[in-house]
Each structure stands twice: as structure tokens, then as C-alpha cells.
């Protein structure tokens, strides 16, 4: 069965760093893009980073962009965010997904995590 | 940005009705619109892609419609298990955008 374990939330100060782990298993990890989309409590889903094969190319929502790094080991079928300079506005619940079709453009996510709450208080 | 509006922001339904739902894009999406369900503290589950397409899985209850910018979800016969909220997504362009929901409540 495919899976996707996200690990690494927790409580963090503001200015501080945390990495989120995300371990895929049930699939060959190379062979797809993958995401990550968080949702604030009680909020809506909000994209957060793309990475494509190999790790050659991330793109970043403009909230996030230079402070949070989106990387991949498809050795170890693990997908990374790393995340600092952190703010009250980046508490959410992270989940990484996987974009459905490994070719063309069409991205929906057809398998997510469980989802790491960041919480990012004093 | 593309903006994805959904509405309405919540309803109110009982088991066997037929519910529908809108998102609106504010640009030309073409037919890139998909639709996920989440259920309280769980990740999202992914129903149609491409406006109309099922997800392998998901029951024929559920269909997809709209182009352009216009969309719409259809729940034929509402089942105890679709009571939750309703996400709409866009993926012609990045950033890709979510609607704000719609929540599905029992009347």
C-alpha cells in the first residue's frame, strides 16, 4: 500500500528551524513530483512547495519563499521541508503529497500524509 | 494568483439528498479543477481531477462539471460517510490555489 509518514513537527520559537521528514513507502519516490500543503487550525489548504524528479528544480509559494527549502533522497524515499525563520503565521499542519500523474501537468494529489503540526509560539 | 471561491461556506443536508456546490475561478482555469474531501483531523482524499474525471475508488455518486472558470460538484444521494468539508483546487498554473471550502452538514 502506499504510504506517506510525514515526521519532525513539533513546538518551535518564533525565529527558530525546524525539518519535516516525509517517508514514502508502497512506491518508487523517483518517480514522482511531490508537494507540500499546510492548513492553518480551522483554515483552508495552502500549497506550499514543489519539487520535481531528481530535485533539479522547487518552487515556493511567495509566503514561504527563502526561508523554507524543499529537498528530496530518493535513496532513502524521503521527501524534506526545511523551514527557519519561523513565524506565528507558519503554525499549521504539514502534509506532503503526491502529485498523481508522473507525466504532463495536471497536478492533484492522490496520496497525502498524516499531516505534522508545527506550532510556532513563545 | 489564481483566487478559488467556493460556495456556499457551509450547508445543511440530510442522508439520500441531492447537494451541489460551486467554485469559481477568477481566471481561465480550462478544465484543470480538482476536488478533494477532508473529514476533521484527517488529510484531504482526493475525489475528481480534471473537472469530471472519479478517482479510482470514489463512488458514482459523486460527479464533476464546469470549464473555464465556473465548476461545479454534484453529491447524488448524500451518504453518512460525505459529511465533511469540500475543497476545490486549480492546477493550470502555480501557485496552485485552493477554494476556502464548503461544509457539508447533517440538517
Known amino acids: 500500500d502506499v504510504q506517506l509518514v510525514e515526521s519532525g513537527g513539533g513546538l518551535v520559537q518564533p525565529g527558530g528551524s525546524l525539518r519535516l521528514s516525509c517517508t514514502a513507502s508502497g512506491f518508487t519516490l523517483r518517480n514522482y513530483w511531490m508537494h507540500w500543503v499546510r492548513q492553518a487550525p480551522g483554515k483552508g489548504l495552502v500549497w506550499v512547495s514543489r519539487?520535481?524528479?531528481?530535485?533539479?528544480?522547487?518552487v515556493y509559494a511567495d509566503s514561504v519563499k527563502g526561508r523554507f527549502t524543499v529537498s528530496r533522497d530518493d535513496a532513502k524515499n524521503t521527501l524534506y521541508l526545511q523551514m527557519n525563520s519561523l513565524t506565528a503565521e507558519d503554525t499549521a499542519v504539514y502534509y506532503c503529497?503526491?502529485?498523481?500523474?508522473?507525466?504532463?501537468?495536471?497536478?492533484?494529489?492522490?496520496?497525502w500524509g498524516q499531516g505534522a503540526l508545527v506550532t510556532v509560539s513563545s | 494568483d489564481i483566487q478559488m471561491t467556493q460556495s456556499p461556506s457551509s450547508l445543511s443536508a440530510s442522508v439520500g439528498d441531492r447537494v451541489t456546490m460551486t467554485c469559481r475561478a477568477s481566471q481561465n482555469i480550462n478544465s484543470y479543477l480538482i476536488w478533494y474531501l477532508q473529514k476533521p483531523g484527517k488529510a484531504p482524499k482526493l475525489l475528481i481531477y480534471?473537472?469530471?474525471t472519479l478517482q479510482s475508488g470514489v463512488p458514482s455518486r459523486f460527479s464533476g462539471s464546469g470549464f473555464g472558470t465556473d465548476f461545479t460538484l454534484t453529491i447524488s444521494g448524500l451518504q453518512p460517510e460525505d459529511f465533511a468539508t469540500y475543497y476545490c483546487q486549480q492546477s493550470q498554473s502555480l501557485p496552485l490555489t485552493f477554494g476556502g471550502g464548503t461544509k457539508v452538514e447533517i440538517k
Open positions: 480534471d473537472t469530471s
Open positions: 503529497a503526491r502529485r498523481r500523474s508522473t507525466s504532463g501537468w495536471p497536478t492533484d494529489f492522490d496520496y
Open positions: 519539487i520535481i524528479f531528481g530535485g533539479t528544480d522547487t
